[in-house]
């Protein structure tokens, strides 16, 4: 059995804004083993990406705990740790940008680019530095001759590698991807999905793959977990969250993805109003105000994130599930 | 295709060409369709294809630094017009624009003025095309504003972007270019930007509203997805041409150019296999000094001889059904594909 590397208990992070708190991450747990990787979906504002800061340590938390098992085989509360400590657990723990044209320097060549985390971790000798920075460009598809040019002689699939690089060139074991592969093209898109799998195998990654693009998520990740203001509200594997939901909002959100068939497009099931203001969520489970199976129970009482099948953690008050409907499976051959 | 519809708008053979310090660019390299009304039309492919070029050209709001030459030919009351030879600031395309023919932006968060608040923004198409009367102008406005579906419109009415949410500005932009009731109605990735769930709910609108109004659409995305959900007829352009034009049965269930294999071969079915994706080797070249192959040669699995000659043209393989490769006629007939 897989040993547990990432382990997130009772996650918040809140932030105050003229005096109304914005509850970004409100009370999020899940765990992911190592060499997996973990989908996080949800609507823009869900706080996905504030999870994936929060968990980096580029937000402090407000409360709760993200242990991480680091490669010594300790075990570090990221909430919590001194400075000095987390600067080192920093090379482990990466990050890949969604927008490849604004997290680049411009005036940074690829080379300076890819080899600053080195330089900012290690005492290294240039030829090392150089070393290092080459094979870890071959590694992602970048011919060694790219090195000396500026980002902006490349494309936006290319530069996404270039971002991917300057990931990896520090053997990180947890990447957090943040839209990744979002604003690249279909083809293109295939080309970094392909390549941060092979990667996921070559180098023994664990991945938390943060997008709104439930098709790739689904390609990608061995577990999925779905966000709706601030809160998990479900989290399973994969297979169970497409085919087996039992949320209604995972539900909802599966049948609003269009299929690339004109003969599949399946019935929506339409989402009431809009996602309410997150400084101002509505009291009781935070989906009432839309749900189309909403109950009296919704209305006071927040659902509590629990096991309901194995490995398969649902916040409803629904008791029966079986009408919640999952993606319907394209024909064979397709 | 057969089509009972009247056609609105014909593009014939149009070039578009840009002077740059490295030389001259062609990003559209004569592309030749036809919209109808009460019909939508998807235009796909990668960024950099032309696919925007193209529909600015329509509305000639491509700059002065853009030559578009060919022929756009606009078809109103039994008149025909060639919207090219329209002065781009003269009187007559600005009477066209924004009544006849509109468009909804990609972005809608930079669409809008934030200096001025969504009803004024609305209005002033309405007080340009229809009516000069603020009052009745304001009316118009709030009553298209709830045919989109945003609820309490007439607060609505005096706010600023800033506070409406993507997907609510989204409507009233879709809003602002059909309270004319334009006959063609050209929406320039107007959906990428948004979520899913708002996504499927706008598609739904432009849907209904094309029913109610009888227009024209033409769309233009690279989400193939919906391409499918949307569109009747769909045309995939690569590096400034038309690769492959179908209605959108015949493109998802028997692509013909190795192109469109390739894109539709890189995008994930949820639910199917969890096999690698297909990705198209290489990258698309820069649309400066082209020779004369092919233009997809260099990224083609399934490449022969002829390819190597000049450019394919754009050939009828079956009803309706249009490609552009020297292998189509063989791939319509069950040739072996690679992809």
């Known amino acids: ?334 | 295709m057969e089509n009972e519809n009247k056609k609105i708008l014909d593009v014939k053979d149009l070039k578009i060409q840009i002077k740059m310090d490295e030389g001259l660019l062609t990003p559209v390299r004569g592309v030749n369709f036809s919209v109808y009304e009460n019909e939508t039309l998807g235009l796909v492919g990668e960024s950099g294809c032309g696919k925007s070029l193209t529909c600015k050209a329509i509305l000639g709001i491509n700059g002065k630094k853009a030559h578009a030459s060919g022929n756009i030919d606009f078809y109103k009351d039994g008149e025909v017009m060639n919207l090219l030879d329209l002065k781009p600031d003269g009187e007559k395309i600005r009477s066209i624009r924004g009544k006849q023919i509109s468009m909804v932006f990609q972005e809608p968060m930079t669409s809008f003025s934030p200096l001025f608040t969504i009803g004024s923004q609305m209005t002033e198409t309405i007080r340009l095309h229809i009516t000069k009367d603020k009052k009745e102008a304001k009316e118009i406005a709030i009553d298209m504003m709830k045919k989109v579906g945003i609820s309490n419109a007439e607060k609505r009415f005096t706010q600023y972007p800033h506070e409406f949410s993507g997907g609510m500005l989204q409507r009233a932009l879709i809003a602002t270019s059909l309270v004319c009731h334009p006959r063609l109605l050209i929406a320039d990735e107007p959906t990428t930007a948004l979520d899913v769930t708002i996504q499927a709910q706008i598609l739904e609108l432009m849907q209904q509203l094309q029913k109610d109004y009888g227009m024209g659409i033409l769309y233009v995305t690279h989400d193939l997805g919906t391409v499918a959900k949307i569109c009747d007829r769909v045309i995939v352009m690569y590096l400034g041409k038309i690769v492959e034009m179908a209605s959108v049965r015949d493109l998802f269930h028997n692509p013909i150019h190795p192109y469109t294999r390739g894109l539709i071969g890189s995008v994930h079915k949820i639910g199917g296999k969890k096999e690698r994706l297909f990705s198209i080797d290489g990258t698309v070249p820069l649309a400066m000094n082209l020779s004369d192959v092919c233009g997809f040669e260099d990224r083609c699995t399934s490449k022969c001889e002829a390819c190597k000659g000049c450019e394919p043209e754009l050939t009828e393989v079956s009803e309706g059904h249009f490609v552009a490769c020297y292998r189509g006629a063989e791939f319509a007939n069950g040739g072996q594909k690679n992809v």
């Open chain 1, 1 to 334: 059995m897989s040993e547990v590397i990432l382990k997130v208990n009772n996650l918040c992070k809140y932030f105050d804004s003229k005096g109304v708190t914005i509850r970004a991450v409100n009370d999020i747990s899940f765990e992911m083993e190592k060499g997996e990787t973990v989908g996080i979906v949800g609507e823009s504002g869900c706080g996905k990406t504030t999870l994936g800061r929060t968990i980096v340590g580029a937000y402090v938390p407000s409360s709760g705990s993200a242990e991480y098992r680091a490669a010594d085989g300790e075990v570090y509360d990221l909430s919590n740790i001194d400075k000095k400590k987390m600067k080192e657990l920093r090379k482990e723990i990466q990050m890949i940008f969604q927008d490849p044209y604004s997290s680049l320097d411009p005036r940074m060549t690829v080379f300076d680019i890819i080899s600053e985390p080195l330089k900012a971790n290690f005492k290294l000798k240039k030829e090392e530095i150089e070393e290092k920075v080459k094979f870890i460009a071959e590694k992602v598809g970048l011919k060694t001759e790219f090195l000396k040019r500026y980002p902006h002689a490349f494309s936006g699939g290319q530069r996404q590698r270039i971002g991917i690089a300057r990931a990896l060139v520090m053997y990180p074991r947890l990447i957090i991807c943040d839209e990744a592969v979002s604003a690249l093209d279909v083809s293109v898109q295939a080309q970094v999905v392909n390549l941060l799998k092979d990667l996921q195998k070559d180098m023994d990654l664990t991945y938390i793959f943060i997008s709104h693009d439930l098709s790739v998520v689904e390609h990608i990740s061995d577990r999925v977990g779905v966000m709706y203001l601030g809160r998990m509200v479900e989290y399973a594997d994969t297979a169970s969250i497409f085919e087996k939901p039992m949320h209604p909002y995972t539900e909802a959100l599966l049948s609003a993805v269009p299929i690339p068939d004109p003969d599949m497009n399946n019935e929506r099931i339409p989402l009431a109003g809009e996602i309410p203001n997150p400084a101002n969520p509505p009291k009781g489970c935070p989906f009432h105000t839309r749900c189309r199976y909403c109950t009296e129970k919704c209305h006071t009482e927040v659902p509590e994130f629990r096991e309901r099948e194995k490995g398969h953690f649902v916040a409803c008050h629904l008791t029966d599930t079986s009408m919640i409907k999952g993606i319907v499976k394209p024909k064979e051959g397709m």
